[in-house]
C-alpha cells in the first residue's frame, strides 16, 4: 500500500518567494495533518482536515501561511512570502476514522530551505 | 497547555541491550502514540496506545493513564533501532486528533 506522499523532498528557495508543498494521503484516510520540525520547536503541528474540512489552524504561525485540501487525496501547504525563519521539515500525515483513534501516518517530509 | 515530557533525553546502548523510554504528560489524555523518527529523518508509527499494553515483535508500550505515563520497551536492540524516539497525547476533552509532541530520547545503539 503506498503511504502518504509528499512532494517536493527538498526546496531551496530565496528570500520572498512563494513555497507550495504538496501532500497525497493514504487512500481511504479521512483525517490529514501538516507539521513543522525544527531543532528550536520541535514538532509542532500547523493544522489539520477532517473529511477535508480545517479543523483546527491554531498552530499556523501567520497569515504567510495557507493550507487547503480541495479533495479527499490532495493538500497543498503554501508559504508566500516565505523568509528564513520558515526553513525546516515539513511532514503531512494522515490518519483514518473520524475520532482521532487511529495511528497517524507520516509522510518522509519536504526539507525546506530558505536563503 | 499539556506539558510532555521524555526520559532519558539521550541513550547509547550495546547491541543486544534492553531499555526502556518513558513518557510522563501533565493532564489526562484521549490520545497517546509512540513514534521512532530513523536517521534519515522519516517518522514511523510504533503505537497507537491511549490506554492498556501493546506488544509488535521487539517493542511494546504500556499506558497508565490514571497516573498519567507511558513506557517504551525495547528489547534485545539493535542498530536499527537507532533513532529519536517521541511520544505524542491529546487532551482528554479536547481535539483527539491534536497531538502535542514531546521532545524526544535520542538512542544510539552500537554494534
Known amino acids: 500500500d503506498a503511504g502518504v506522499i509528499q512532494s517536493p523532498r527538498h526546496e531551496v528557495t530565496e528570500m520572498g518567494q512563494e513555497v507550495t508543498l504538496r501532500c497525497k494521503p493514504i487512500?481511504?484516510?479521512?483525517?490529514l495533518f501538516w507539521y513543522r520540525q525544527t531543532m528550536m520547536r520541535g514538532l509542532e503541528l500547523l493544522i489539520y482536515f477532517n473529511n477535508n474540512v480545517p479543523i483546527d489552524d491554531s498552530g499556523m504561525p501567520e497569515d504567510r501561511f495557507s493550507a487547503k485540501m480541495p479533495n479527499a487525496s490532495f493538500s497543498t501547504l503554501k508559504i508566500q512570502p516565505s523568509e528564513p525563519r520558515d526553513s525546516a521539515v515539513y511532514f503531512c500525515?494522515?490518519?483514518?476514522?473520524?475520532?482521532?483513534?487511529?495511528?497517524?501516518?507520516f509522510g518522509d517530509g519536504t526539507r525546506l530551505s530558505i536563503l | 497547555g499539556i506539558q510532555v515530557e521524555q526520559s532519558p533525553p539521550d541513550l547509547i546502548l550495546q547491541e543486544g541491550a534492553n531499555s526502556t523510554l518513558r513518557c510522563n504528560f501533565s493532564d489526562s489524555v484521549n490520545n497517546l502514540q509512540w513514534f521512532h523518527q530513523n536517521p534519515w529523518g522519516q517518522l514511523i508509527n510504533l503505537f497507537y496506545?491511549?490506554?492498556g499494553t501493546k506488544q509488535n515483535g521487539r517493542l511494546s508500550a504500556t499506558t497508565v493513564a490514571t497516573e498519567r505515563y507511558s513506557l517504551l520497551y525495547i528489547s534485545s536492540s539493535q542498530t536499527t533501532d537507532s533513532g529519536v524516539y517521541f511520544c505524542?497525547?491529546?487532551?482528554?476533552?479536547?481535539?483527539?486528533?491534536?497531538?502535542?509532541f514531546g521532545t524526544g530520547t535520542l538512542l544510539a545503539v552500537q554494534p
Open positions: 505524542a497525547v491529546a487532551i482528554y476533552g479536547g481535539a483527539t486528533n491534536k497531538l502535542i
Open positions: 496506545i491511549p490506554s
Open positions: 500525515a494522515s490518519s483514518g476514522g473520524q475520532w482521532g483513534n487511529q495511528p497517524q501516518h
Open positions: 487512500s481511504g484516510h479521512n483525517s
